[in-house]
């Protein structure tokens, strides 16, 4: 089992950036994929990013050359940072931990991109 806690999000304007958080409860090496989804209002939730244990990573058309995924061993945390951020971003962003054959999902952190 493993518990993941997002923090990191906020309201901010058109262009600017900020940079989530997902601390795991136990070592990142033991999950398998770690990914960042998102939720807005009314859509089904998305994959926005992902790393595996190895390090590779993936990102959705919509966010590729403004968000960046890593992660700190060491913290056993994984990080998504947001530049440039548009209003179409505004979504509820959730962390998800892949161990196995199980999924666990955070709380999620809401990020509203607002003038």
């Known amino acids: 089992q493993v518990q993941l806690v997002e923090s990191g999000g906020g309201l901010v304007q058109p262009g600017a950036s900020l940079r989530l958080s997902c601390a795991a409860s136990r070592s990142i090496f033991s999950i398998n994929v770690m990914g960042w989804y998102r939720q807005a209002p009314g859509k089904q939730r998305e994959l926005v990013a992902a790393?595996?244990?190895?390090?590779?990573?993936n990102y959705a058309d919509s966010v590729k050359g403004r968000f960046t995924i890593s992660r700190s061993t060491a913290k056993n945390t994984v990080y998504l940072q947001m530049n440039s951020l548009k209003p179409e971003d505004t979504a509820v962003y959730y962390c998800?931990?892949?161990?196995?054959?199980?999924?666990?999902w955070g709380q999620g952190t809401q990020v509203t991109v607002s003038s």
């Open positions: 998800k931990a892949d161990v196995n054959t199980r999924n666990y």
């Open positions: 790393i595996t244990r190895g390090g590779s990573t």
